[in-house]
Every structure is written in structure tokens, then in C-alpha cells.
């Protein structure tokens, strides 16, 4: 008798899950009703890459959704998730794109205040006349956009003040996480009337959305230090100047309680880091133990290898490319995206996912598992 060998498909996503996340989707399979929070990471131009996951997520997905939803984002994960709260989200994802990857400036090294600037037209344009006001009184979709509002030097524009104080907060990152509260104030932006969202760790204050805070509330969110300008005071938050929800919650590391249900976390990396000083301690990503309830969707590293420069796109592409060559770049990204988005739909329509996702525990090293797929 001839053997006949069976080829596992390659896919171009990877589906981590952990142990309770898991045990139901075999039993239940993926069902939209069964997630309760939505998870976007910081990263600015990484989103590129799950731009199409998140229309098929939006269209697809969650497109019968009634029940609400706790979304949480930082940075690039608040604008993403801004565009789920909209009356339109498929057009505010597709004006966030075309902004988004279309932002040029006259010089290679823009000021702070010029890229500021950028961001909140291009957050206007989504938003419209009314989209703030969608977003802030959004009865499904429940946002909540993490910032942090700076002590002492962190709170200032200037370069000669700011630069020492982002070094002091890293340093003392180094030692702990914990320390961080002694530099930054994480102020969570939420709608409703109460947070849906509540954090474990670091000293955190909920400030309500409104109508009149919603953009600088995202903005804020997406305003890294010595590259954009802080975002004076919103409209009912504490006095301060407000920065990068990432310096404190870059991937987060899941210490917040969320409603009964389960966490669905679109990403563009099969690992977590959990705030933006810890890029380079690798004993600090969150491991499978901290993710019982989430499941988490992201690009495989055999489909990120077959892109062009074998990467996903980052903010040094600025710099280092032409705006041709990165515009080239980023539009052949987004439409290789397709591919993720399209893997992901398959999976979840056929109940193959079932089969497919890694699941994690304990102390197991997320990129690891989700490199030996």
C-alpha cells in the first residue's frame, strides 16, 4: 500500500491560547459572544500588518455584536479600537489606514509639534463631526484608551529636562516595574459611567470620555516622549501633561481584571511585552500562566520572513527609507495582510481552530512556542 503523506497547511497566523481559553474554544469553539475584552497593543506602524484582521473582525466577527464589550488599548491600539466605537468602523479603520500610512513631512527629522500635529488630523479625519461623540456614548463598544501623565521633568517640553527623567524612569524600571509609579500616573480613559477595566498594578486613575476628550484622550495616548509633543490636560482629567499609554502598558501584562468571558488580543507579535522599558528583559514577557482567559492572534514568523526586509514596518522606516520606498513598503504590508486575515477567517468559520492553536501555561515562553509551530 502507498503511503500518502499529509501536509499540514502553513498558515499564516499563529493562535495562542491559554489553558481556560483553550478548554472552550474545543468545546464551544470560537464564539464572538463568549469575548468579553478586546486587547490592542502600542507599536505605531507593527498595526500595519493586522490592518486587515481587524476589518474581518469588525465586518465579520463582531458584526451581530449587542452585548457589550470592554476594549483597552495604548497607543496605536487606542486608535484602532476608537474605530470599532464609531457608527462607521469600517470606514474609520479604512481613513485611519489610508492617514495613517499616507503622513509625510517636508524635512527627515520632523519636530515633536509637527508630528503631533499629523496625528491629530489624522485622528480628526476618522473622527468627523460626530465621532467623538459615538465613541464616548458607545453603549456596546466600551472603550478605555491607557495614557500616563508625567511627574515633575516628565511633565515638561523641554528636551534638557524630559531626556535625564525618561533615563531616571528606565533605570529605575530596571530594578521594577513597580518603581514606575514614582515617574508616571497611568489615567485610563473610559466610557460609561464606570470603568470596565480595572488594573492590579500601578497606581491608575479612571477618567470619564466625553464628547470634548476623546481625541486628546487617544492622541495623548499615541504621544511618545521626545518624538511627539504631550497633550496638555483633557477635558475633564487631572491637571498634567499626558504621554504614551505604552511607557507603562506597551503589550500590557494582562494584570487587570475583565468582565466574565474571554479575552481576544489581535497582535502583531506572538509574544508580550509588558511595558515599553522592558523591550530588552525578556525575563519580564508575560508568560502562558497570565493568559488562562486570552487568546491571542498574530502573524507567523514564516509569513513576516516572505515580507519585504524579512520585518514588519516600524517607525525607523522613516529614516531609513525613502517616502517612495516606504510607502511601497508599507501598501505591499497591509495587502499581504489579506493573507492573516483571510487564515484567521478560515479558522474560526470551519472550527479549525480548535485544532490549530498553541496552548500555553505556566511558565512556558510565548515566542518560543509560537516559533516551533
Excluded at 4 to 31: F, H, M, P, T, Y
Excluded at 305 to 333: M, Q
Excluded at 358 to 369: R, S, T
Aim: hydrophobic fraction near 40%; charge should be neutral; glycine fraction near 10%.
Amino acid at each position: 500500500m502507498t503511503e500518502v503523506a499529509i501536509v499540514k497547511k502553513q498558515r499564516s497566523c499563529v493562535i495562542l491560547a491559554g489553558a481556560n481559553a483553550a478548554r472552550r474554544v474545543r468545546d464551544e469553539g470560537l464564539r464572538p459572544d463568549g469575548i468579553s475584552t478586546l486587547v490592542g497593543a502600542s507599536g505605531g506602524p507593527k498595526w500595519l500588518c493586522i490592518s486587515q484582521l481587524d476589518r474581518v473582525l469588525i465586518g465579520e466577527f463582531f458584526r451581530e455584536r449587542t452585548a457589550p464589550i470592554a476594549t483597552l488599548g495604548s497607543s496605536i491600539g487606542s486608535f484602532r479600537n476608537m474605530c470599532y466605537a464609531t457608527s462607521s468602523p469600517m470606514a474609520a479603520l479604512e481613513t485611519l489606514e489610508y492617514g495613517y500610512v499616507n503622513q509625510t513631512y517636508d524635512s527627515a527629522r520632523p519636530t515633536p509639534a509637527e508630528i503631533t500635529a499629523a496625528g491629530e488630523r489624522i485622528l480628526r479625519d476618522v473622527l468627523g463631526s460626530r465621532g467623538a461623540e459615538e465613541v464616548a456614548g458607545n453603549p456596546v463598544w466600551r472603550s478605555h484608551f491607557v495614557t500616563v501623565r508625567g511627574r515633575g521633568p516628565l511633565a515638561s517640553e523641554k528636551k534638557a529636562l524630559l531626556a535625564p527623567a525618561l533615563l531616571a524612569s528606565a533605570l529605575a524600571n530596571a530594578v521594577s516595574r513597580r518603581s514606575l509609579r514614582a515617574f508616571w500616573d497611568r489615567v485610563v480613559f473610559h466610557s460609561g459611567a464606570s470603568p470596565s477595566v480595572d488594573f492590579r498594578n500601578l497606581y491608575t486613575v479612571n477618567t470619564a470620555l466625553n464628547a470634548e476628550n476623546v481625541c486628546a484622550a487617544v492622541l495623548a495616548s499615541g504621544s511618545i516622549p521626545l518624538v511627539m509633543a504631550g497633550v496638555p490636560t483633557p477635558a475633564g482629567a487631572p491637571v498634567g501633561n499626558y504621554r504614551d499609554g505604552g511607557i507603562t502598558d506597551y503589550h500590557f501584562d494582562l494584570g487587570f481584571e475583565h468582565p466574565d468571558g474571554l479575552v481576544l488580543y489581535p497582535h502583531f507579535f506572538p509574544y508580550l511585552v509588558p511595558g515599553w522599558f522592558d523591550k530588552s528583559f525578556r525575563w519580564r514577557w508575560v508568560r502562558g500562566g497570565a493568559m488562562q482567559n486570552v487568546i491571542l492572534v498574530a502573524p507567523s514568523p514564516g509569513w513576516v520572513a516572505k515580507l519585504p526586509y524579512g520585518k514588519i514596518p516600524d517607525r525607523d522606516d522613516f529614516v531609513k527609507l525613502s517616502t517612495e520606498e516606504r510607502l511601497r513598503y508599507w501598501n505591499a504590508v497591509t495587502e499581504a495582510g489579506k493573507q492573516v486575515a483571510e487564515d484567521f477567517y478560515e479558522l474560526w468559520q470551519t472550527g479549525a481552530i480548535a485544532d490549530e492553536l498553541i496552548e500555553v501555561g505556566g511558565d512556558q515562553a510565548l515566542h518560543k512556542l509560537a516559533l516551533s509551530a
